[in-house]
């Protein structure tokens, strides 16, 4: 299977995943990325059973729209019991690195309200240490320089994302050099540094469930402390 057959086939169990555990009418977190965009394409399918979904970037918000599907604003929305997305790294206590397309803000906001994050990625994405793909760090405009000054202290060698803004109108520092031996605590580090907005270390919050494709199929892997709803 190419890579691009491995999403759809990824994309394809991940709505498979959200027909057997929603009540009709219920509302979907979708993320953002060539892989979620898979995924959107096959909710469609399930389009009458939905109540809608959230969309975590104005790219997603526009495929869904492209669909058919209602798009709720996040604030609208009391219960979410599914929020699928990709990564661009993801290990295997199920932490990830996102934020290859700029919209690890909205990503971390929606997968914080949902009850079950379901991971949709192929075999390329898992890894034993995350830190090989650059790190995304979301920061205030006026904070760039600073931020970039404490992420060195880190340990990182961080780099403006030339001519990019994200949906929220900051700036991203993808920081490069890191290997995270600790997710959770870098995490906690780089939020404390002021000016920063979110960072793409998805470990505090991680996936619930990795639907992963590989050559033979789609695998399924879940977070030890998962809470998986039915
Ligand atoms: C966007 C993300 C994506 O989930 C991540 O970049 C993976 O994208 P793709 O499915 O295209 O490889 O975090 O901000």
Known sequence: MTQDEQKRAVARAARDYVAAHIADGAIVGVGTGSTANFFIDELAALKERLGGAVASSEATRIRLEGHGIRVFDLNEVEDLPIYVDGADEINAALMMIKGGGGALTREKIVAAVARTFVCVCDQSKLVDTLGKFPLPVEVVPMARAHVARELAKLG??????????????????????????????????????????TSGLFARRGADLLLLATASGVETMRRATATITS
Request: zero cysteines; charged letters at 20%; glycine letters at 14%.
């Open 156 to 197: 990182g060698q961080p780099r403006l994302r030339e001519g990019f803004v994200t949906d929220n109108g900051n700036l991203i520092l993808d920081v490069h050099g890191l290997a995270i031996g600790h997710p959770a605590e870098l995490e906690n580090a780089i939020n404390e540094i002021v000016g920063v907005v």
